[in-house]
């Protein structure tokens, strides 16, 4: 038999209104998982069948988005590799030509090795850049003239009265028949003198 308590009628009425919630929540199958997840979260060994149920359909589908999860990123890093293997094959492809050019121009054996050492100490990747601050440290040497700053004008290096005949060439810039005709047969007669 039931036993009998008295009840306040205002607990009466809060206990019927929750008792009416929690109706409607049991009815809701979305509130129904809600109300057994809070129910897991404060205690954790109870039964709860939608979120079981729902565990046991899911696991497979979770599994396969782990793995699948696990594949993209393996390819992703792959792709990531390749890229930069590509990236770094392209750089000393460069750095090869570069330095193939840099022979092609006239540089040394050593002052490509030069170029190279620098490229390294600096963390320089491209070698143009590696010629510039090179030449800049390393100016060439101006070239040597023979006999001074005239040596190369040979109209002013003729002395006036030993050789009018090529004063005369000089003057004329080779277009008078008469001085080059003369200065030919001067030749011829050194020439024929010389055999004799």
């Known amino acids: 038999m039931a036993r009998m308590i008295e009840v306040d009628e205002a607990e009466w009425n809060r206990r019927q209104a929750l008792a009416a919630v929690a109706g409607k929540i049991v009815g809701n199958p979305s509130a129904r998982k809600l109300l057994e997840q809070a129910h897991k979260m404060v205690d954790p060994n109870a039964a709860t069948p939608v979120l079981d149920a729902e565990a046991s ?3 497979p589908i979770n599994a396969l988005k782990t793995e699948l999860s696990e594949e993209i990123s393996a390819l ?30 006239g540089y040394t054996d050593e002052g490509v090795a030069a170029v190279q050492k620098l490229m390294e100490d600096k963390g320089l990747l491209d070698v143009d ?19 001074g700053m ?11 009265d030993s050789d009018k005949g090529i004063q005369n060439l000089l003057k004329t810039k080779g277009e008078s028949d ?5 200065l030919a047969m001067e030749a011829l007669n050194e020439f024929r003198g010389a055999r004799r």
């Open 57 to 59: 359909h899911l696991a």
């Open 76 to 105: 992703k890093k792959e792709r990531d590799d390749e890229r930069r293997k590509a990236t770094l094959d392209a750089l000393a492809q460069r750095q090869t030509d570069g330095l193939q050019r840099l022979r092609r121009s």
């Open 129 to 147: 850049d590696a010629v510039a601050i090179f030449e800049r440290h390393n100016p060439p040497q101006a070239p040597a003239t023979p006999g």
């Open 150 to 160: 005239n040596a190369w004008n040979y109209a002013a290096n003729i002395e006036s």
């Open 178 to 182: 008469q001085v080059v005709m003369g």
